[in-house]
């Protein structure tokens, strides 16, 4: 829309305190005391459903826009949000029109697309449900009542970075470990954005397998949190010294399903 529309529309992305803001309008736009840059940004219809996950909106946008180097070479580990909002020309009314996340970009040779997804489609998630099981199904470093209790820093391992390559990363300091300490735990570092944080799927030796990429290079300082495999045993709450906080069942390990197709009774 340009400046005789009867609207404009503003742009609003940001990670914690850090804004990237644009509008469709064709100049710089301040509004609420924010500048809002001029972009050749265009936008799908706002859909709204009663299926949340169909409340998705696209954007396309052009290839410079300095937004997209947060996703290159890889995305961030922190949300980016979207406030979309609209501004009266006559009157400098401001109402908002979208908010959520944006899920994904798609590049092209011309231009790229970011797929954004509303806040109640990224939440709209099973949440996990407490059974009487054998494992343990808290959340490792949960904290509160009846929660897994387990102290992160007691636990957290300092290390510098000998090698990093996207899926992995290498530091000596993982190598005094077993190997598979940190099978399920986390790595950690501070961004220019924030706390970036890694699942980790593998650990052997000295290298550390991700879940998915991170922009690391050789030398960075990094936290690696241990993993837990919902045991009482070496690799889960007894790493911990946690068992009191046990939130299984131990003594059900190797019983028969009583409501599995082969009779208890």
Not at 13 to 26: E, K, M, N, P
Not at 30 to 48: D, F, K, M, N, W
Not at 206 to 215: E, V, W
Request: with cysteine.
């Amino acid at each position: 829309m340009g400046l005789l529309s009867r609207e404009i529309e503003l742009y609003d992305f940001s990670i914690g305190l850090h804004h990237w803001r644009y509008t469709d309008a064709g100049r710089e736009a301040i509004v609420e005391g924010q500048r809002y840059a001029p972009v050749a940004l265009t936008r799908g219809r706002i859909a709204q459903s009663a299926e949340e996950a169909k409340n998705t909106l696209e954007i396309t946008a052009p290839l410079d826009l300095p937004l997209l180097n947060l996703f290159r070479p890889v995305p961030p580990g922190l949300r980016v949000r979207l406030d979309l909002k609209r501004v009266r020309v006559r009157d400098g009314l401001v109402r908002l029109g979208w908010t959520g996340h944006v899920a994904d970009l798609d590049e092209t040779h011309r231009v790229a697309k970011l797929r954004c997804q509303s806040l109640a489609a990224a939440v709209e998630t099973l949440g996990l449900r407490r059974s009487w099981q054998s494992n343990c199904p808290l959340v490792l470093y949960s904290q509160g009542p009846g929660l897994c209790n387990a102290d992160p820093d007691a636990h957290a391992v300092a290390a510098i970075l000998g090698d990093a390559t996207g899926y992995t990363v290498a530091s000596a300091t993982f190598d005094a470990f077993d190997d598979g300490h940190f099978d399920g735990g986390v790595l950690q570092w501070t961004g220019a954005l924030g706390i970036e944080r890694r699942f980790i799927v593998r650990h052997a030796g000295s290298t550390l397998r991700l879940l998915t990429p991170a922009a690391l290079n050789p030398g960075a300082a990094v936290t690696a949190l241990p993993g837990c495999d919902r045991t009482m045993g070496s690799r889960g709450c007894a790493k911990f010294g946690n068992q009191l906080n046990y939130g299984g069942q131990p003594t059900l390990a190797g019983l028969r399903n009583p409501f599995g197709s082969d009779p208890v009774f």
